[in-house]
């Protein structure tokens, strides 16, 4: 077996140090009704390289790859170009192979990567600091609002309408646990603006207001200015939580941290990370200094070694649950390693230049986009601002179109009534993104096929 | 002034119906480099034996409990900026916090120094 | 001393070192070079990345552009790989040599999982198309499921928790769903005082008041003060076996008897699997519920920290409760159990979890890794694991103390105490010695229950040679602990960086670069 370096006669000789007969006797506390005697029954026995590959392809070319055709769908998850050598670096044994960096000695490579991941996500965000990473965007909007809980003393929180539908599903998930009160809503497709809920918020912040968490751009697309919502939070003594699914976007976007966000968190596999059918991605987190130490997840600090050389180290450790138990900062001891690791490296090769250029060409190639879309009879595009991905309001509902469209090998965005109930006319509603990977030809095969699905 | 001592290593000095609170030099000891300090806020009612404030090395946090039940006149400020006087000096300036006793009768039972030496050496 | 930010200097021959190396204009040291921030070599105005032009359109981006620097510094290409390069090259990890980490399973990373994971059908399909187009997906996913509850005799999975600790929160979130649905009260949950820290914690997350069950003087639960503590206030045992001295729970059976009698349930803490896979059952056991590594038993990579995958298993009594989303297969059709369509058969389920299906990237590296060992290859896995262990545990007799190995042979991971070592000499001293030697630490300090703890788990790919050579190590700097070797304080010395002041980093953290502060802890610490 190609992964099993021990021969017969490795395992005698070792046999005879330990003074066993057999491998099986090692195995003598395990009771008779338990211990199974020969392969499980039911799984196929081992196989070849070949094999291997011959079965996982069979699955892999079931599947309808995003570069197969036209593709345009977003809602939280990004199909962006990723350089070559980001999946050429990150696949070096000394990354890809190696352990936390509990032993910083011989993890520098690691905690200094991880120290830049840090520093690059706290400017993009527009934030003091950040940590090393958490599971995803999702989990690291709920760990915000745990956070604020802590940081307030209060246990209600305020959701946007427009925050990502699954985000919203965690958090009531968890919230029944924990107790927290969640202020919900359904979002409204409403004309310019689509899940824009400003009023709402601010109208709802009170004395017992933890937090008020909203995303930007929102899940229909929509961007708005933060900064009258963050006033009146901190007016009220509550923090604003904000949330980033489309990391580019902070290319050309005013950063939450400007606009006034306490907490800024988000969904960071647009940069480095591809689609992968929704994970490993890697969620961000980044807030202000004075909120470190109730900040969660893992964090690389700066120090020096015992002859006074710059290093780094994972810090702050007892904040996380193996020590402080019922009082730990999350349930959290893991980061997205790896992710981080792609996400740094694409950030470094695209440069600051290379975001903005980046992100402007999304914005172009959307807005040029939704124009051409606009103009097929029976659509109307729901948004004012958008960056990258905007609404249409279909003549009828949007899902079976969605469908008729991918029988034709065109990937027409995400149906609302994939992710919402029925009602206030969101099932007429389509959510496209439009990324740098589309080109015009692509937008002319979805602009046609959507007319005849609609005529 | 009286000094006492808990079983968890915690010291008060009493002055009428002040107190001040720290942890022992056996304690910062065991406990290694101090990187934190959390501190109750003025104001604050504590409960004897109930948790006041945390200690944080490295690698561990510890709690630190109430001696006796009180209102807690003010934290040690010089702790968020200098932890370290806990190692250096825990009886002394790095105190943790003070406060004015709710019942004095709380101190019987509590240990004096040569009682706590006594128990320090059981360890 | 204050550093110099634009490369480094060597130290100064002033530490007292009498054979410190010759200086180097660099800094370097032939092949160990010493690589600057990104922050101090990039600049915002350089990339690697050339893009085509975007169309001309008027913005529709509502006046909210970004026009303030962010302060994101690139490198063009060559210079991109120069960088990550040269800090790999700082790092320890399994494709260069042995980790003995107990209870973190770190076995050889194929590379077969990494070329199927990159196959477009996996990597390049996005989680909200319309599941009628990546039906392969779904299938795989429901794959590994299949797997994964055959290897354990268990009749249900939830595949989405994204790590081991997210798996234990799953778990335990089940098993509370399951005791509200009963109207059952209860409020404690036990666990062994040599538990992993995160099985209290994430009880403690869930609402329960925790309880410690005492060992016996063989390092196992003591069953009779498990019964003795069992009652209606108990929810569940939270149990790891092979328990985290590395012995195998010998009255598991009877355990999870007393703690179903009582009306609790019985939660196993999945890290240890690799000592029974394929050769044990933990439904056999009597689990309700237990979280699986997938970065450990199944091969995926630690990624240095992550990505991980902790699906969990459950018995009948908790398939119900399980989380969103599930693949259901019917007939050669897959779908996709959300928050739509939950009421039809799942309406129990406690909820999601994550947004999305979960670590499809890592099923898939999974799902090679299981197909490529089969049945009986897994069972070779958890043999040579076992016997790997066996061998440290006896190679090392009457050089480290063995607590528990009179009491039999142990699982897949040996432990031991810093029992006579000289005054002043500790566990931290013999792993940094072991760091000098090649070699990453082993788990230091864990188990709780034994002095200066060190647990060795070397997994079943580290041949005979690869042991023997790491035995002789470990062999010689306990040597040289035992005979109090002042050198052996200053380990380790041929690391990339000697060791670093943790207090520090602590007290006055540094968390990002800044501009104006080159050196920002060693000023701190003048």
Known sequence: MRYLPLRPADRRAMLDVIGAASIDDLFADVPDAARLSGPIAGLPMHASEMAVERQLGALAARNHAAGEGPFFLGCGAYRHHVPASVDHLIQRGEFLTSYTPYQPEIAQGTLQALFEFQTQVARLTGCEVA??????????????????????????????????????????????????????????????????????????????????????????????????????????????????????????????????????????????????????????????????????????????????????????????????????????????????????????????????????????????????????????????????????????????????????????????????PDGDGRERGLIVAVTETVAPEDVDEFADALEEALS | MTLYFTRDHEWISVEGDRATVGITDYAQAQLGDIVFVEVPPAGATLDKGKEAAVVESVKAASDVYAPVSGEVIEGNGALESDPALVNTSPEEEGWFFRLALADPSELDGLMDADAYKAFVATL | MSINASGWRPTAPGTGDEDAAPATFTGNRALMLEEPLLFEIGSTDRTGVDLPGAPRVAGRLGGLERTAPIGLPGLTEPETVRHYTRLSRQNYAIDLGLFPLGSCTMKHNPRLNEKMARLPGFADIHPLQPIDTVQGALALIHLVGEWLTTLTGMPAVAMSPKAGAHGELCGLLAIRSALEARGDRRQVVLVPESAHGTNPATAAFCGYAVENIPATPEGRVDLAALRARLGPDVAALMITNPNTCGLFERDMIAISG??????????????????????????????????????????????????????????????????????????????????????????????????????????????????????????????????????????????????????????????????????????????????????????????????????????????????????????????????????LKAAPRFAPRRRLDETAAARKPVLVWRESEAGQVARAAE
């Open chain 1, 131 to 420: 940590n090393a990473s958490m599971y995803d965007g999702s989990t690291a909007c709920w760990e915000a609002i745990v956070m604020a809980r802590r940081i307030t003393r209060r246990g209600r929180a305020i959701l946007s309408a427009g925050l990502h539908p699954h985000y919203v599903s965690v958090a009531e998930t968890m919230a029944r646990f924990t107790g927290d009160v969640l202020d919900t809503a359904l979002p409204r497709l409403t004309d310019g603006a689509p899940g824009d809920d400003l009023a709402r918020l601010i109208d709802a912040v009170d004395g017992g207001t933890s937090c008020v968490v909203v995303q930007n751009p929102n899940i229909f697309g929509h961007v708005a200015d933060l900064s009258e919502l963050a006033a009146r939070c901190h007016a009220k003594g509550a923090l604003l939580v904000a949330v980033v699914t489309e990391p580019v976007s902070l290319g050309a976007i005013r950063s939450p941290g400007e606009m006034g966000a306490d907490i800024v968190v988000g969904e960071g596999q647009g940069i480095g990370v591809g689609l992968q059918f929704g994970g490993p991605y890697v969620g961000l987190f980044a807030t202000r200094e004075k909120f470190v130490r109730q900040m969660p997840g893992r964090l690389a600090g700066e120090t020096v070694d015992a002859e006074g050389r710059r290093g780094f180290v994972l810090t702050l450790s007892t904040r996380e649950q193996h020590i402080r138990r019922e009082k730990a900062t999350s349930n959290i001891c893991t980061n997205s390693g790896l992710c981080a690791l792609a996400f740094s490296i694409h950030m470094t090769l695209l440069g600051e230049a290379g975001l903005r250029e980046l992100a402007a060409l999304n914005h172009a190639n959307a807005v040029a986009a939704a124009a051409r879309l606009a103009r097929v009879p029976g659509v109307e595009l729901a948004n004012g601002p958008f960056f990258n991905e905007f609404t249409l309001r279909l003549n009828r509902e949007a899902r079976p179109v969605v469908r008729a469209l991918a029988e034709d090998g065109i990937l027409g965005g995400v149906s609302a009534g994939r992710l919402y």
């Open chain 3, 258 to 487: 007393a703690v179903h009698a009582a009306g609790a349930f019985v939660y196993c803490d999945g890290a240890n699997f690799n000592a029974i896979v394929g050769r044990v059952r933990p439904g056999d056991l009597g689990v309700d519920a237990m979280h699986i590594n997938l970065h450990k038993t199944f091969s995926t990579p630690h990624g240095g920290g992550g990505p991980g995958a902790g699906p969990v298993v459950f018995s009948d009594a908790l398939a119900p409760f399980a989380p969103l989303p599930f693949v259901e297969k019917a007939g050669d059709h897959y779908r996709l159990v959300e928050e739509e369509t939950v009421e039809e058969h799942h309406k129990a389920s406690f909820g999601r979890m994550v947004a999305f299906h979960g670590q499809m990237g890592m099923f898939v590296r999974a799902a090679a890794y299981m197909l490529s060992h089969g049945a009986d290859g897994l069972r070779q896995v958890a043999g040579d694991a076992v016997l790997n262990a066996n061998y440290v545990l006896r190679s090392l007799d009457g050089v480290l103390d063995a607590p528990f190995g009179a009491s039999g042979p142990c699982m897949h991971e040996a432990l031991f105490s810093d029992e006579g070592m000289a005054d002043g000499f500790t566990t931290l001293d013999i792993a940094k010695g072991l760091i000098d030697e090649g070699f990453h630490p082993m788990t230091m300090y864990f188990p709780l229950v034994v002095h200066g703890a060190m647990l060795i788990e070397p997994t079943e790919t580290e041949g005979k040679a690869a042991l023997d050579q790491f035995i002789g190590a470990l062999r010689s700097v306990a040597e040289r602990a035992k005979a109090g070797d002042p050198a």
